[in-house]
């Protein structure tokens, strides 16, 4: 599954795990992934958010209010943080999500939707806040997929750019002279 993730997701999750350090929490939880979104600062999670027209700044403060407070204790072991079992669970819905909207690999955006699959978590909770549930975020994901899938409908389908040479090749009376001239203005 991780060879599926995007670089950005797998930034994220480095991120995630930098959060529950810097908290000093010895665990990655759903909250620290919403963190480490945050952190990241781009991609369509991020975008979504700001759409939504959520302060991504207050959602951090948010998030980190509601969390428990660290154990002095114990402090964390950078190479002994793991995922928590919710927060396995939510990467293994990202697979889901992705496959859903016919994604190759998993992004920020499957991170956001799967996250909010669970209502029972602070991350949710703390988006809730803001408005944002899973419908919103899923009908974002829809209108940037639409938007996206324009043009990329248009560079695969070389249709468009077989009918332009087309148009060129009757305009100029035959095949070679456009070749001969797409040879000309190369060198």
């Not at 781009?42 to 979504?48: D, F, L, Q, S, T």
């Not at 190759?104 to 988006?127: G, Q, V």
Request: net charge negative; aromatic share 4%.
């Amino acid at each position: 599954m991780d060879q599926k993730f995007s670089p950005r997701v797998r930034d994220v999750i480095t991120y995630s795990r930098e959060e529950a350090l810097r908290l000093g929490h010895n665990h990655i939880g759903i909250e620290h992934i919403l963190l480490g979104i945050i952190r990241e600062g781009e991609g369509n999670a991020v975008k979504i958010l700001r759409r939504l027209e959520v302060d991504l700044d207050e959602l951090r403060r948010v998030v980190e209010h509601g969390m428990e407070p660290a154990s002095a204790v114990h402090p964390p072991e950078k190479d002994k943080i793991g995922l928590v079992r919710q927060a396995e669970k939510m990467l293994k819905i990202t697979f889901l999500e992705a496959k859903l909207f016919k994604s190759p690999h998993i992004d920020t955006e499957h991170l956001l939707l799967s996250m909010l699959k669970d209502e029972d978590n602070l991350a949710t909770r703390s988006l809730s806040r803001f408005n944002v549930d899973y419908d919103a975020v899923k009908q974002e994901v829809e209108s940037i997929l639409a938007g996206d899938s324009g043009p990329k409908a248009e560079m695969p389908g070389s249709s468009t750019d077989d009918d332009d040479d087309e148009g060129g090749a009757s305009y100029g009376g035959g095949g070679p002279r456009k070749q001969g001239d797409s040879k000309s203005k190369t060198p």
